[in-house]
């Protein structure tokens, strides 16, 4: 967190930018996501693993919810958190890894729509660091007011 606050108190135009920081696995262990009490251990999916035990798929839903909700501009660097965000129409920009999965699958699933592949209508972009990130999330901060 130290390393982020310098990095972004270095720059004019993100000095002072306040920002929270998940990490998604250390959430996750926070949570109670694995319930003995949940009678049903989730939605009926014809291919599902088998055995999973009792995963409380509702509460980890609401709870990914609520965490987005609470951001004006999502960073990430997870295909299924920019996946979220796009479907919640949350302005978010995604650091992809160094082979290219988020962008890989996001141009397979954009193929077919023109709507989706337009950055400025769906409220996302695309950066190769975290510092090149925070600069379009600010851009995003600003066009939002």
């Excluded at 609470?70 to 979220?84: A, C, E």
Aim: charged share 35%.
């Amino acid at each position: 967190v130290d390393v982020l606050r310098k990095m972004i108190d270095s720059n004019n135009e993100t000095r002072g930018l306040s920002f929270k920081l998940v990490d998604w696995p250390a959430l996750v262990h926070q949570e109670k996501f694995f319930d003995e009490t949940v009678d049903e251990p989730g939605p009926k999916l014809k291919y599902k693993v088998l055995d999973e035990g009792k995963f409380d798929y509702q509460h980890m839903f609401k709870r990914s919810i609520a965490m987005f909700a609470t951001g004006k501009v999502l960073i990430t660097d997870r295909l299924h958190s920019s996946i979220l965000a796009f479907l919640m129409h949350k302005p978010h920009v995604y650091v992809d890894q160094m082979y290219g999965k988020i962008r890989k699958t996001r141009e397979v699933a954009f193929d077919v729509s023109e709507k989706c592949g337009d950055k400025e209508e769906m409220k996302y972009d695309e950066a190769v660091s975290l510092e090149e990130a925070i600069l379009k999330a600010v851009i995003m901060l600003k066009e939002k007011k």
